[in-house]
């Protein structure tokens, strides 16, 4: 059998209504809104994976997991994505709206948080000038959106007619 795996970082479930918030911000977005509980980080998409695959998978996600201190995730702005940063042009379509974090050093990368997937040919029909613009800093009582990371999962994507469902195949602590 065969399974659409990635590692993630799931969210607190007050951070995911906190951005689940966001959609009634830009109600004219041409845009499918990511439901509020799929809403994580990935780590490592690796597609589709071989019931002994899964096994290697879950023994080297556990052993990784071992290695590393809990620590702290914030978010901090609202934006489109890919950034031009990531390799797109500036001048280029966006496809996303992304919450963005700052860098993990443990994972050495910059997190972001899939919110909504842009309907590309409806976005660009917009005149330019109509697009909302998309680029807010996230202002909570202490400037950004911070949780505690204390595990990473191994997830399961099983596409579905009304979206993606995600589940949970194993939860693997982080060192304390």
């Not at 689940?20 to 690796?46: G, V």
């Not at 019931?51 to 201190?69: G, N, S």
């Not at 390799?87 to 992304?98: D, T």
């Amino acid at each position: 059998m065969r399974h659409r795996i990635f590692i993630a970082i799931n969210l607190p479930e007050n951070i995911k209504k906190k951005l689940a918030d966001y959609q009634s911000k830009w109600p004219d977005l041409p845009a499918r809104w990511t439901r509020k509980e799929n809403l994580h980080i990935t780590l490592e998409f690796l597609g589709d994976t071989t019931d002994e695959e899964l096994l290697e998978v879950l023994k080297t996600t556990e052993e990784t997991a071992r290695k590393h201190e809990p620590f702290f995730i914030n978010l901090k702005k609202i934006v489109y994505g890919p950034s031009a940063s990531s390799g797109q042009a500036q001048n280029k379509i966006p496809r996303m709206v992304w919450a963005m974090g700052e860098k993990i050093k443990e994972f050495d990368i910059t997190p972001h948080i899939t919110l909504a997937r842009l309907k590309t040919w409806e976005f660009k029909q917009m005149e330019p000038e109509e697009r909302p613009e998309i680029n807010e800093d996230i202002f909570p009582p202490a400037g950004g959106l911070s949780f505690e990371v204390n595990s990473i999962e191994v997830m399961e994507s099983e596409l579905k007619r009304g979206g993606p469902k995600y589940i949970i195949l194993e939860s693997c602590p982080l060192k304390n």
